[in-house]
């Protein structure tokens, strides 16, 4: 960092524009509630967060794995989110505030770096307003990127002022206290995500520029330095792929080969750089191709070493573009698809941290033009950038009010996307929309027919509707892919007791049971089965097994009370039938 004294005013006016910017982007979100990607595994679906922060929530987040992942933090800071506002808007409203803290600390320490107040602030309000930066702001599941990213930028800004005070030599206290600093938010950042596990690698990009210190410092000296923050992140690389081969999230090479890799991982390069520069028809996921062409893998690799080539020509003169697409480089690596993780291809927030670097690259090219009015030029340009940024991402927010809207977009400009399709199904499904749910099931299903997961649900709504016979064909094939999912058989057997075929009903239902002896469902609908194959007492069981986990059932008490009737016992019968009325007076009892 400069050892120069910043004038104040620019820097407050800066953060007050970049503030007001991102709420005209993000005010909207108050409103905004969950989506069916992820959000469920991370808030409802999780007792932990549901019940707000205490010290039992804080020891199941450093002790468990969840959601393919070890983020300790994360999980703590939805914990508050749910004591403090108790509602999902206001998780919406954190993700606002953590995102707009690490946009005016970036500012902060590019100027305290460089010197260079208007560039710096310009990379500042790019990397605030930016479109791709929608996906990790306005998408609850993505807390982890804007709680990392925030805890990651101080640690970043303590490396910079030991790298200061090891120039000017002051006490070793002093040095101590800036490197424990800087250890101490690296670890931080590391237990909400490990986003930041390529920083000892950056650490040294930014010794070269802008600290300046391969001039007075050997290169052991500086890697030796750094082994706290190799050790740290070692220790975040085991965890995250420890988690997420335990999670399943990690594809194997056999499904998708080291050919496809080698393809889609340069070309996804190029990808992403042109969407920083042309930020339009952004979607919530970009489906897998089946087969890349390789021809655009070469095309990947000759835009990167062309880009490389130049930048490493031109470090002297244009630092900030080498350093710049290092950063691009090493921080997008372990994202673009090496270790393939699900089914994107690419997403839109993987380029959160690594956008930094290229705007910083595009901001210090323009440090290289000459003239006045090229360089007024160049200022109002980038003052129309960031109006334009600005516009496209309170568009692009706006999508991710609901699953519908997020995947109805998705649908609309990306091309073949049968995940986009399952989950738009899903999303209308939870609307109570069935028929363009079904619709949304089939096209998928078109382009992925044996996905276990969309023909389990296609086959759900059919049967919910009435349409057992329908429902038969996709529930088989869910069965066929799904066969370890309790689920699945006991779809196959409600579809199979509508259809008046007991005893292959049972054959199902068992199953289910066999593989999850606490679902309700199955409980429920073995005892229809047994209740109408005239196994009364089989069937009273499992009736009452259901009763037991959820006494607030209405029509369990009725099945109760319809089989004691059965088996002779009036005054039973009599007593369920009059809990049933209690719990829904609306219909009579028995």
Known sequence: MRERRVPLLPQIGASVAILLALAWVYSQVRTFGLVNLDDSAYVTDNPAVRAGLSWDGVLWAFTHLHAAYYIPLTWISLMFDVSFYGNVGGMHVSNVVLHAFSSITLGCLLVAATGDTWRSWWVAAIFAVHPCQVESVAWITERKDVLSTALALPALGA?????????????????????????????????????????????????????????????????????????????????????????????????????????????????????????????????????????????????????????????????????????????????????????????????????????????????????????????????????AATGLATSQAAYWRNGTSLFEHAVAVTRDNWKAEFLLGDAYREAGRAPQAEAAYVRGLALRPRDGIANLNLGNLRLTSGRSAEAMAPLLLALEALPQIADTHNSVGGALVEQRRYAEAIVELERALRIDPQLINAQFNLGDALFAAGRFDEALVYFRRALQQRPDIAELHRRVAATLERLGHTAEAHAEYQQAERLDPAKAGG
């Open 159 to 387: 490396y910079g002022l030991y790298a200061v005070s090891i120039r000017r030599q002051p006490s070793a206290g002093r040095r101590v206290l800036w490197m424990g600093a800087a250890l101490l938010f690296y670890a931080l950042s590391l237990l909400a995500k490990p986003l930041w596990v390529p920083m000892p690698l950056m650490l040294l990009v930014l010794d070269q520029w802008p600290l300046q210190r391969f001039a007075s410092m050997r290169w052991f000296d500086l890697l030796v330095e750094k082994s706290g923050f190799v050790a740290l992140a070692l220790l975040g690389a085991a965890s995250t792929i420890s988690a997420q081969s335990t999670g399943g999230a990690i594809a194997p090479l056999a499904d998708w080969p080291l050919w496809f890799r080698l393809i889609s991982v340069p070309w996804s390069f190029a990808v992403y750089l042109a969407t920083l520069f042309w930020p339009i028809h952004l979607a919530a996921f970009y489906p897998l191709p089946d087969a890349p062409s390789p021809w655009l893998g070469l095309i990947g690799v000759l835009v990167i070493l062309a880009i490389s080539l130049s930048t490493f020509v031109a470090r002297h003169h244009w630092p900030e573009g080498w350093v710049g697409w290092l950063w691009f480089v090493v921080l997008l690596l372990p994202v673009s698809g090496i270790a393939q993780a699900g089914d994107q291809v690419r997403a839109d927030r993987f380029t959160y941290v690594p956008m930094i670097g290229v705007a910083v690259a595009a901001a210090g090219a323009t440090r290289l033009l000459s003239g006045q009015i090229l360089q007024r030029g160049c200022a109002v340009l980038g003052v129309l950038l960031i109006a």
